[in-house]
Nanobody, 120 residues
Framework: QVQLVESGGGLVQPGGSLRLSCAAS????????MSWYRQAPGKERELVAG????????NYADSVKGRFTISKDNAKNTVYLQMNSLKPEDTAVYYCNANRRTSYNEYVYWGQGTQVTVSS
């Protein structure tokens, strides 16, 4: 059974930091690229950061570049999102995503989300 379980969300003041974790099970984690998405109330879900299956390449939304860092530990089947210098506009539900494409299929899994609230 595939599971992606996010943790680490919460309430933080502007300028603060949080580290999100996503623990994966039920699939070959090292074969999947991983991403973090977020969705704020009334807005569409957007890509925040992504990392390749081996962890050698990352990409970020312009709004979080220089503040967020995504990392992947294939030994622990876990992906992280370190979030620094948080702003109120970072408030959203953050979702973990696993993705693998073959010549014939695409496999996509989602976590249940974790709430991040940035407020004084």
């Amino acid at each position: 059974q595939v599971q992606l379980v996010e943790s680490g969300g919460g309430l933080v003041q502007p300028g603060g930091s949080l580290r999100l974790s996503c623990a994966a099970s039920g699939f070959t984690f090292s074969s999947y690229a991983m991403s973090w998405y977020r969705q704020a109330p009334g807005k569409e879900r957007e890509l925040v950061a992504g990392i390749t299956k081996a962890g050698g390449s990352t990409n970020y939304a312009d709004s979080v570049k220089g503040r967020f860092t995504i990392s992947k530990d294939n030994a622990k089947n876990t992906v992280y999102l370190q979030m620094n210098s948080l702003k109120p506009e970072d408030t959203a539900v953050y979702y973990c995503n696993a993705n693998r494409r073959t010549s014939y299929n695409e496999y996509v899994y989602w976590g249940q989300g974790t709430q991040v609230t940035v407020s004084s």
